[in-house]
Structure formats: C-alpha cells, structure tokens
C-alpha cells in the first residue's frame, strides 16, 4: 500500500506563487508516474500535471503550461508543484496521485493511489 499526503496549500493574492509537495511512503515505491489534479467547488477533478518517476519527462494541462512547474526528488520519494502567477481560477483543492502502470498520464482512472487533497485559494 502506498500513502500520498500532500501539503503547501495556502491562500495567495493572484499573481502570487505557492509550491506543493507531495511525500510517498510505504511499500517499495517504484511508480509509473506522478500526477497533480485539481478540483473547484461543484467541478469534475482535473488534470493539472504529471511526471515519469524514472526518466521526468513532464506532461502539463493547457491551462498551467508556463505557469507549473512539477519535479520529483527520488530519494526522498517527493513530488513537486511550483505554481506561479497564480489566477483566482486555480482556486481548488489540489491531489497528488500514483499510478503503477504506463498510459495516459492526464487520465485520472489511470491512478491508483490518492492524497487527501491540499486546499489552494487565490484571492483576486
């Protein structure tokens, strides 16, 4: 079994930056990747970014291109969300998640193992 907790959120004038983190615990920790999703009040989950565990390649949501960053410190089983010029629409609670098993990354059933969720605000 896998634990994902997430911290970092916060509230944030717009145009601000927070950075999330996300640390994995429990059984040998190998995943296909890491991904980042978002949901605001009364909207679907959505995808924010991903990463491939071993090589980083990156995938990113239209929405935070230019403005998220997401990295991943392997020895210390942590993944990253910097998030800059930050808009009143990134207002959401934010989850990280892991998915043992290669395909699309921006497909949240593609996850396994979920966070409890970080609130992020952005105030305008």
């Known amino acids: 079994q896998v634990q994902l907790v997430e911290s970092g959120g916060g509230l944030v004038q717009a145009g601000g930056s927070l950075q999330l983190a996300c640390a994995a615990s429990?059984?040998?920790?190998?995943?296909?990747?890491l991904g980042w999703f978002r949901q605001a009040p009364g909207k679907e989950r959505d995808f924010v970014a991903a990463i491939v565990w071993i090589t980083g390649n990156t995938n990113y949501a239209d929405s935070v291109k230019g403005r998220y960053t997401i990295s991943r410190d392997n020895a210390k089983n942590t993944v990253y969300l910097q998030m800059n010029n930050l808009k009143p629409e990134d207002t959401a609670i934010y989850y990280c998640?892991?998915?043992?098993?290669?395909?699309?990354?921006?497909?949240?059933?593609?996850?396994?193992?979920w966070g409890q969720g970080t609130q992020v605000t952005v105030s305008s």
């Open positions: 998640a892991a998915a043992d098993r290669f395909g699309s990354s921006s497909e949240a059933a593609r996850y396994a193992y």
């Open positions: 429990g059984r040998t920790f190998s995943p296909a990747y």
